[in-house]
């Protein structure tokens, strides 16, 4: 089984960056799409980016488009999400997400392994 990590949530406040980062362990060691999703309370679980195996397609939500940017290091089996200029609407809990054998994964239902979620809190 594939485990996930997140680290790097915290309190901010609204203006501000943070840095998300989501490390993998155990198998399958290649071959799958990772996207970060959020889920505030009371909301649903919100797509907010994937990136292929490759790196090279990256898709985006439409709430956060413009204001982030994802990344993947295959060799250190991590992936990451940079976001700037948080608002109060991005708080949620943040969680990476791995979909076995797919291009992206940018629907909940498609995720094979979730980690156990990092919480983001932008004040105003």
């Known amino acids: 089984q594939l485990q996930l990590v997140e680290s790097g949530g915290g309190l901010v406040q609204a203006g501000a960056s943070l840095r998300l980062s989501c490390t993998t362990s155990?198998?399958?060691?290649?071959?799958?799409?990772l996207g970060w999703f959020r889920q505030a309370p009371g909301k649903e679980r919100e797509f907010v980016g994937s990136i292929s195996w490759s790196g090279k397609s990256i898709y985006y939500g439409d709430s956060v488009k413009g204001r982030i940017t994802i990344s993947r290091d295959n060799a250190k089996r991590s992936v990451d999400l940079q976001m700037n200029n948080l608002r109060p609407e991005d708080t949620a809990i943040y969680y990476c997400a791995a979909a076995i054998g797919r291009f992206v994964v940018n629907v909940a239902t498609e995720v094979d392994y979730w980690g156990q979620g990092t919480q983001v809190t932008v004040s105003s």
């Open positions: 155990g198998r399958p060691s290649t071959g799958y799409a």
